[in-house]
């Protein structure tokens, strides 16, 4: 059975407070997805951060409000049926255009570049220097086989972009993420990222006692976790 590992995070990590983003993406995060594939590991990045769209009856409107509005949505919104009104209007970032750029960019390249090896380099790439320069761009999208008008042409689709967008708000609000980033394996909130690759080969030997270890997770560490999960697993 494979893994499922879900980031929700955003664009803009250097400009946000939240400046552990970065390191994550280019540390921990990096080296599971080097080290593993999409046959062990089913892995979804969701450009969102603690973006929503503005609602006339949740605190703060017509404002972003990180506070209150943002549970507000994700209440109101992370529900089976949402009302039309969650996913349509204004869709706020918490650190302004930016950061909703980055979003829309990162968004339009995993639907343009689905396997996560390939929009995860991008997201790598241009995240190093955010913002981006117009030739940074170029060369993180040249990197992964686009150009900077197959993104474009995404992102100033109305319709396309805001039903991607629409996808990945409805994914966050149903998450309730209580911040960025929120890591999520096999439907738990990750408490700490720190040896993520060896997280995640541990979870696999449990949810495959049986099966070879994955390339890319050591086998001797994978005997050790595998270990280490049997018997914490009796304690
Ligand atoms: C991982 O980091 C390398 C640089 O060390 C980068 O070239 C690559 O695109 C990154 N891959 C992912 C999936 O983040």
Not at 114 to 121: A, Q
Not at 152 to 170: H, I, P, R
Not at 181 to 191: A, C, D, Q, W, Y
Request: glycine fraction near 6%; charge should be negative; charged fraction near 15%.
């Amino acid at each position: 059975m494979k893994l499922s590992l879900t980031l929700t995070a955003l664009a803009a990590a250097k400009t946000a407070s939240a400046a552990d983003i970065t390191p994550l993406v280019a540390g921990d995060l990096n080296s599971t997805l080097s080290a593993l594939d999409s046959s062990v590991l089913d892995f979804n990045f969701i450009s969102f951060g603690n973006a929503y769209y503005l609602q006339e009856d949740c605190p703060g409107y017509p404002e972003y409000d990180r506070s209150d509005g943002v549970p507000c949505w994700q209440t109101k919104c992370g529900v089976d049926s949402p009302p039309d009104t969650c996913f349509t209007g204004t869709l706020a970032c918490q650190h302004g255009d930016d950061e909703c750029a980055g979003n829309a960019a990162e968004t339009c390249v995993k639907h343009l570049k689905p396997d996560f090896k390939d929009y995860m380099s991008f997201a790598y790439c241009y995240e190093a220097s955010f913002p981006p320069s117009a030739s940074e761009v170029s060369a993180c999208a040249s990197a992964i086989g686009l150009t900077t008008d197959d993104i474009d042409g995404c992102v100033n689709d109305a319709d396309l972009m805001s039903s991607l967008q629409q996808t990945e708000g409805y994914a966050t609000a149903q998450a309730a993420i209580p911040g960025t980033p929120t890591v999520i394996l096999n439907g738990e909130s990750m408490s700490s990222t720190r040896l993520m690759l060896r997280q995640v080969c541990k979870s696999f030997a449990t949810l495959n006692p049986s099966a070879d270890t994955p390339a890319g997770c050591s086998s001797s560490d994978a005997k050790q976790l595998r270990g280490s999960a049997a018997s914490s697993s009796v304690l």
